[in-house]
């Protein structure tokens, strides 16, 4: 099992920043990829950014693509989004999950192949 605790949403306005955390427990084999995935009611759940336990890979919607920059600290069994450069399409709550194995690509690393979730954190960009 894996436990996941989302933090660091809030509101700012567009061009503004914001780093979000998220602090993981649990088995460190389930948690081979990490990633933030985010959602808008009525929409599907986006996959944002992922990286691999071993750092050596990250995938990134095209989206966000040189705003928003997916990290960890293995020490502290967290991972980070800073997101830049904000807009108000990325208003949206923000979750954070996990799986055992790998990501390579945005494809094969959908919201579905992921089975731990934490609850989420609200981040909301006003123009």
């Known amino acids: 099992q894996v436990q996941l605790v989302e933090s660091g949403g809030g509101s700012v306005q567009a061009g503004g920043s914001l780093t979000l955390s998220c602090a993981a427990s649990?088995?460190?084999?389930?948690?081979?990829?990490m990633g933030w995935f985010r959602q808008v009611p009525g929409k599907e759940r986006e996959g944002v950014a992922r990286?691999?336990?071993?750092?050596?890979?990250?995938v990134y919607a095209d989206s966000v693509k040189g705003r928003f920059t997916i990290s960890q600290d293995n020490a502290k069994n967290t991972i980070f989004l800073r997101m830049n450069t904000l807009r108000p399409e990325d208003t949206a709550m923000y979750y954070c999950?996990?799986?055992?194995?790998?990501?390579?690509?945005?494809?094969?690393?959908?919201?579905?192949?992921?089975?731990?979730w934490g609850q989420g954190t609200q981040v909301t960009v006003s123009s």
């Open positions: 649990g088995a460190t084999s389930q948690r081979g990829c």
């Open positions: 999950a996990a799986r055992a194995y790998f990501c390579y690509s945005a494809l094969a690393s959908r919201s579905s192949t992921f089975p731990y």
């Open positions: 990286i691999n336990r071993d750092g050596a890979t990250t």
